[in-house]
């Protein structure tokens, strides 16, 4: 199996009021390395399920106190406080009951067994079982990971900058401390974080992001991170696991960490500190584990100094920092950059790949990128969708706003309205979705490269319908 689970190794929660039936069957599933605790009915499965994580419950289905019907139920359909909602269930059954059976199929339960079935058979299916359990979890990150994805997997650069990047993460190859990432926004935080994740431990866990910038108000921040249980909110229909749970055995990458607000600092930092969760609305802690990397665009130790971060948090997250220069500072990487962009889009594209004459190199070379990284990419995507050879020329460089000379912002001069006229609606959401495009789509650092407020900018947002995947939250 391709996930992080080792079904051999599996946690099962076992519930069944006959002692002698249940001591037997825990003792065959431990032939086969499964790890096994005993509940007598569906109301101390519940306890037991609140208090530790399990990757999967066999239950029976005719039990005193609360039945195998009940119990599914109440975690499968009611969001019981403190569960988790997505363990696989099998259900233990009589061949008289079969029908029962597959009423609790219906409720949620992932398949059922008969007591008369041979030791082989139940292992075989408790391990198919689980084997799909880690397939529906690992589909589910990787559609949500894909929707907002970076698809630039590798570091590209050899700069001394870039080398030392690259040799810190080696140095941290095999341990899982926490991580700072510092650096403008576009110079390519995330790309580290990932790659700090594919060297670490947890490499075969889910890489897990939070943009927090995305997410200024604490009770959205608080749903999407922590979860929340059914009833928590106006439209929690369900009980739902947030980012933390869906990191277990693997990596939280927090970004733009310094945007939180000092209550949600505080809730991180005492899921750091006891690497437990508590879902929104809810009571119950929840046993998580994971890696911790976080990122941020801003000096924190200034952000300590002026009230507005956690000096508690601060030392905390940084236990390793790595700071990337901006792109202007490692402009020997830039010719690397524009290839690999360049590559990527003639592949996108259906194009030939392409080349760049010394003059177009040259004007990528000079230019200062406010945007950094991102901006490089957007530039370059721009040039391949015009292009009409093979040859991206100096000209055609020129013509997507580049400036012939280093260090000077790209011409803007006088507006020239062409004999038709234009839609100024059309021009303002242009340029509304150029300042998100630069900003990384932090609404707040748009709003200030053209000059208006945050409550503009979203009203603008509003207007024109614009979206974008790092503003996906659980409402």
């Known amino acids: 199996m391709q996930g992080n689970l080792d079904p051999m190794n599996a946690s099962i929660l076992l519930v069944e009021d006959d002692a002698a039936f249940a001591e037997r069957l825990r003792r065959n599933l431990a032939t086969a390395r499964f790890e096994v605790e005993i509940a007598s009915d569906g109301a101390a499965a519940l306890n037991r399920l609140r208090a530790r994580h399990y990757d999967l419950v066999v239950t029976d289905i005719r039990m005193p106190e609360m039945g195998g019907l009940e119990l599914i139920r109440a975690i499968k359909q009611e969001g019981a406080d403190g569960v988790d909602p997505d363990v696989p269930i099998v259900v233990l059954t009589s061949v008289a009951s079969v029908e029962t059976a597959v009423e609790a199929m219906k409720l949620g339960a992932a398949d059922y067994i008969t007591k008369e079935a041979e030791r082989q058979e139940i292992i075989v299916r408790l391990r198919k079982v689980l084997e799909q359990s880690e397939l529906i979890n690992e589909n589910r990150l990787l559609?949500?990971?894909?929707?907002?994805?970076?698809?630039?997997?590798?570091?590209?650069?050899?700069?001394?900058?870039?080398?030392?990047?690259?040799?810190?993460?080696?140095?941290?190859?095999g341990s899982t401390v926490s991580v700072?990432?510092?650096?403008?926004?576009?110079?390519?935080?995330?790309?580290?974080?990932?790659?700090?994740?594919?060297?670490?431990?947890?490499?075969?866990?889910?890489?897990?992001?939070?943009?927090?910038?995305?997410l200024p108000d604490d009770n959205l921040f608080q749903s999407e991170v922590f979860g929340h249980e059914r009833g928590a909110f106006t439209g929690a229909l369900f009980t739902r696991k947030g980012r933390f749970e869906q990191a277990h055995r693997g990596t939280l990458f927090l970004d733009e960490i310094s945007e939180l607000s000092r209550e949600s600092q505080g809730k991180i930092l005492k899921a750091l500190e006891q690497q437990t969760i508590t879902r929104l609305g809810g009571t119950r802690p929840v046993h998580v584990e994971c890696r911790f990397l976080f990122a941020t665009n801003k000096d924190l130790l200034t952000e300590v100094k002026e009230g507005r971060f956690r000096e508690d948090l601060y030392y905390r997250v940084n236990v390793f920092p790595i700071h990337i220069p901006p792109l202007r500072e490692r402009r020997s990487d830039i010719p690397l950059l524009a290839k690999f962009f360049a590559d990527f889009f003639a592949r996108q594209y259906r194009k030939p790949e392409f080349f760049f004459e010394e003059g177009a190199m040259a004007l990528l070379r000079d230019y200062h990128y406010p945007g950094n990284i991102r901006e490089l990419r957007n530039i370059v995507e721009r040039l391949v969708i015009r292009a009409r050879g093979d040859v991206i020329t100096a000209e055609q460089v020129r013509q997507v706003g580049l400036a012939p000379v280093a260090g000077t912002a790209a011409p803007t001069g006088a507006i020239t309205i062409p004999e038709g006229g234009l839609?100024?609606?059309?021009?303002e959401r242009q340029l509304v979705i150029a300042a998100l495009d630069r900003a990384g789509w932090n609404q707040k650092e748009a709003a200030a490269l053209l000059n208006i407020s945050v409550d503009r900018m979203n009203a603008r947002v509003r207007k024109f319908g614009l979206k974008h995947p790092s503003w996906r939250v659980h409402r």
């Open 143 to 173: 559609r949500d990971q894909l929707e907002r994805r970076d698809e630039f997997r590798e570091l590209v650069g050899e700069s001394e900058a870039m080398r030392r990047i690259k040799d810190e993460i080696q140095q941290i190859a």
């Open 180 to 214: 700072l990432i510092t650096g403008e926004t576009g110079s390519g935080k995330e790309l580290v974080a990932r790659a700090i994740h594919r060297t670490g431990p947890h490499a075969r866990g889910p890489f897990v992001d939070v943009n927090c910038a995305a």
């Open 423 to 427: 839609d100024l609606e059309e021009v």
